[in-house]
């Protein structure tokens, strides 16, 4: 069963409440009720993160943070014991969250982005991570899947021992694709912001209209009550 059969109900809803509004409004009334550490995030351009992230060397936090925590590992596949099967059951866990939101917070507009994540350091690791998950987003949401507008030229390099962060690749951008276009772009774990706030800003030299973002969690350090996605459904602007 699809997971745009199961939103069919919510989305039909979030459809009317969008009717006479264009995504640049939206986007606008999205910048005015946010901000740096809000929920959902300013980051230059409004993100939203869908689960809290607790770093391994975070104690005493709830199992269902520990599930998420190994789905967002085993999604990364960048571990040398991930299998692609683990890989594929957390694909599947998050593509509904991230289908979810989006339709939450755009309804049918949502059609009218390119959809594009945030390249891993290699090629490899690009394809295993992202092309089957892009794939899958932009079937349920009729997006544009922009895994192909950007290629990795040069690539980088992990951080050794939990130091630095590594060398970022280098990236080519399809400029004629993206030139006019609204993108949502989306990222495993967002921390600081910086690798959207970098990724955001070559799209917008290339020529992009306007961006959201959307993450599979954000870094979190103290236990929160709630999940991100739970307080979307309490905001009002998306009421």
Not at 6 to 13: A, I, T, V
Not at 90 to 106: A, D, R, T
Request: charged content about 25%; some cysteine.
């Amino acid at each position: 069963m699809s997971v745009c059969y199961l939103l069919n109900h919510q989305k039909s809803f979030h459809n009317e409440m969008k009717s006479g509004m264009d995504i640049e409004l939206i986007i606008h009334e999205l910048r005015l009720r946010i901000g740096r550490n809000t929920i959902p995030r300013d980051y230059g351009f409004p993100c939203f993160p869908i689960y809290c992230y607790y770093p391994s060397k975070a104690l005493n936090i709830p199992q269902h943070s520990e599930l998420i925590r190994k789905r967002i590992w085993d999604f990364k596949i960048d571990r040398a014991y991930i299998t692609r099967q683990m890989h594929q059951i957390s694909v599947e866990f998050f593509v509904p969250k991230v289908v979810e939101i989006l339709y939450m917070v755009f309804g049918d507009c949502i059609r009218e982005f390119v959809f594009m994540c945030v390249p891993a350091k290699t090629i490899c690791g690009n394809e295993l991570r992202w092309r089957d998950f892009s794939n899958a987003v932009c079937e349920e949401c009729g997006m544009v899947n922009g895994f192909n507008y950007v290629s990795i030229a040069q690539e980088g390099t992990q951080k050794h021992n939990n130091l630095g962060s590594g060398k970022d690749a280098k990236l080519i951008f399809n400029e004629e694709a993206i030139k006019g276009k609204y993108v949502v772009i989306c990222d495993d774990i967002c921390s600081y912001g910086k690798t959207l706030k970098t990724f955001y800003k070559k799209l917008m030299n290339v020529g992009a209209k306007d961006c959201v973002g959307i993450t599979l969690g954000v870094t979190t350090h103290s236990l929160q009550e709630t999940e991100p996605m739970e307080i979307y459904n309490r905001f009002e602007f998306l009421k």
